[in-house]
């Protein structure tokens, strides 16, 4: 009998140990025993999947991959400490010196940072090309050497929304690697395998804990793309660990019920918002005003639980505002059960020239809202209060 992926993400679990546990026992060992020098050579050799040392594969990563797997409709993962870490190692193991990378220009700070700053002392270079690109301009930037394409959708923090299918198939085309950050979707608010991607990566800390409590990350995708990574990994040591992993297994069990009430809140919060006087504009990608609503509702369930806004006061206002919230939280997470407010300008994109963040559309006074799980009212009541006082 097929299970629905969200079943899959609830049912997956490691093999049942003679305590007969329910629960998913937590596997915190460095490493693994063999009965005879035969079976140790035999897994040395790859000859088997037995576990041999937790820097390669443990038991509680392994189900934490094989739920994100299902979740995504991916043929094989590897996880990671952290989303940075999985974002690196999806570069590294996969290009090479001389080897381009295309880019959306609007991705998270730190992502950004790793291809201008780091790639190049390894020889790859990089282009970025508009979020709001058409297929003509993707297609014009393509070089005889690029070999992997890479973007974000939704971005971070600008909720701007690139049309996956179109570059998918543009990737294909060419025979280059699509490689998606799926982090403010997650696989619950849409699948870019479905629609052509060869990867996806994810930082597990945001909505995939959905707590607030651990770093993760996890590449998942093509087969033979993930053999690459994990061969770099093993040998690099990036590895998730196992009681990080047992936690963010158990929380994809939630995932799908909170991504529905965070995506909820988010709706109503920007339709609470949209148009106050305070307010010059405000992006949701399920509200008709967004720029590209249309391909957001093609391509994804619900518009995520980011929900962001330019205050007309700039930057004074957006320090007003922070200072007056009194339920929100001023923190630099997203994707937690608790509301948080933020202000990319000067913090996860501060690095960036005036002229860089302009042009990914971070503006002076952007505030980024992800919506937590507390009761839309008390969500909306915090933050109307705070703009009334900017
Ligand atoms: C936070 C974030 C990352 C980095 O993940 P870490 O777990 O913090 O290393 C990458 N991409 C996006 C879109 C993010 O929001």
Known sequence: MSQHPITKAIRTQTDRTPEMEHSSPLFLTSSFCFDT???????FADETDDNIYSRFTNPNVKEFVDKICALEGAEAGYATASGMSAIFASFMALMKKGDHLLSCNAIFGSTHTVITKFLPKYGMEHS?????????TWEAAIRPNTRMIYIETPTNP???IIDLEMVAAIAKKHNLILNVDNCFATPIGQRPID??????VHSATKWIDGQGRVLGGVIAGRADLIKDIYLFCRSTGPSLSAFNAWLLSKSLETLDVRMERHAANALRLA??????AKVSWLKYPFLPSHPQHAIAIKQMKNGGGVVCFELKGGLES????LDSLQMLSLTANLGD??????HPASTTHAKLTPE?????NITPGLIRISTGLEHADDIIQDIVQALDKC
């Open 318 to 321: 957006g320090r007003r505002f």
């Open 271 to 276: 339709k609470a918002l949209e148009g106050h």
């Open 128 to 136: 970025y090309v508009s979020a709001a690109a058409d297929a003509a």
């Open 195 to 200: 629609l052509g991607a060869d990867l996806v």
């Open 356 to 360: 860089e963040r302009l042009a990914v």
């Open 158 to 160: 600008g909720l701007d």
């Open 37 to 43: 020098a035969e079976e140790m050579r035999a897994a």
């Open 337 to 342: 059960t608790r509301s948080i407010a933020s």
